[in-house]
């Protein structure tokens, strides 16, 4: 009930702070201590026991989710947020690289459409070139499982 709440529009708010990501991860870490058998084992081993992910990692899956649909223009293009592809013909990677545009502030830094460019242009093409949502997070977190 609580990690609705937690990630809800992360990929508006996503927090950069390392503080604000450590007060966001201790109500998951404390929601796992309530658990009277996990009480005694530390943070990482009760999340693998309650096969739960980090909320770290959860966020980073929903903004490729999201840059996912915004790509291939699944979503109206007035409504989705621009981020600029790369037209140069790159030999590494995917053909759905993107372009980071270069920031001054921490404001704009930290944008979705600046924050998601080097975690979606680290994937392999054969997670990026999905044909459903549903495939496109099966692949994800087949990549990621490491």
């Not at 409504?79 to 502030?105: E, V």
Request: hydrophobic residues 35%.
């Amino acid at each position: 009930m609580v990690r609705s709440h937690l990630e809800y529009c992360s990929s508006v708010w996503s927090p950069y702070r390392k503080g604000d990501m450590e007060n966001i991860e201790k109500v998951q870490k404390k929601a796992t201590k309530l658990i009277p058998e996990l009480k005694h084992m530390n943070y990482i081993d009760r999340l693998k026991k309650c096969q739960l992910p980090t909320l770290h990692y959860r966020r980073i899956r929903g903004d490729m989710i999201e840059t996912y649909k915004i790509v291939p223009g699944k979503y109206d293009s007035m409504a989705a947020p621009m981020i600029p592809g790369l037209h140069s013909y790159i030999t590494r990677g995917h053909d759905l690289r993107l372009h980071k545009i270069r920031a001054k502030y921490d404001l704009r830094k930290y944008f979705f459409s600046n924050r998601v460019v080097n975690v979606w242009n680290s994937l392999p093409g054969r997670v990026v070139n999905a044909d459903t949502v549903d495939c496109l997070k099966c692949r994800l977190d087949k990549f990621w499982a490491n």
